[in-house]
């Protein structure tokens, strides 16, 4: 799906419905019955193919995030978050391998309070 051109505009997507579980995902595959393990092998295999994300879907929103989400860009790693208000806004930093797997495995335990000030809006 293309996206509407929109140059330093921030997007804003629509809600998802609650879900039944957490669901995994990359462009090869999709889990709803995995483990923390699974999270981190997913994660592992991003770090050093190219062109590779991993998503990470609430069944509800925690703490105001409803998804975490990664890719690398030459070699450095960038992490987004879909916070949930008033429609789903993306934010963005960069981290190492190490922060990564925490905010993955933070959010899967339902433990992961985002410091909003190290995120950015994403524009389009």
Same mark, same amino acid.
């Given at each position: 799906?293309?996206? #509407?051109?929109?140059?330093?505009?921030?997007?804003? $997507?629509?809600?998802?419905? #609650?879900?039944?579980?957490?669901?995994?995902?990359?462009?090869?595959? *999709?889990?709803?019955?995995?483990?923390?393990?699974?999270?981190?092998?997913?994660? /592992?295999?991003?770090?050093?193919? #190219?062109?590779? $994300?991993?998503?990470?879907? /609430? !069944?509800? /929103?925690?703490?105001?995030?409803?998804?975490?989400? /990664?890719?690398?860009?030459?070699?450095?790693? *960038?992490?987004?978050?879909?916070?949930? *208000?008033?429609?789903?806004? @993306?934010?963005?930093?960069?981290?190492?391998?190490?922060?990564?797997?925490?905010?993955? @495995?933070?959010?899967?335990?339902?433990?992961?309070?985002?410091?909003?000030?190290?995120?950015? !809006?994403?524009?389009?």
């Amino acid at each position: 799906m293309k996206l #509407p051109f929109k140059k330093n505009k921030e997007v804003i $997507f629509k809600t998802e419905e #609650p879900k039944p579980d957490f669901t995994l995902r990359n462009q090869e595959s *999709e889990l709803t019955d995995f483990r923390d393990i699974d999270v981190e092998d997913y994660l /592992a295999d991003m770090f050093v193919t #190219p062109d590779q $994300f991993v998503v990470l879907s /609430a !069944p509800r /929103a925690q703490n105001k995030v409803r998804f975490v989400q /990664a890719c690398t860009h030459d070699g450095e790693i *960038e992490v987004e978050l879909g916070i949930e *208000e008033k429609g789903t806004h @993306l934010y963005y930093k960069m981290c190492t391998q190490e922060e990564c797997y925490r905010i993955f @495995l933070d959010f899967y335990d339902g433990m992961f309070i985002p410091e909003m000030g190290e995120y950015k !809006p994403v524009e389009f």
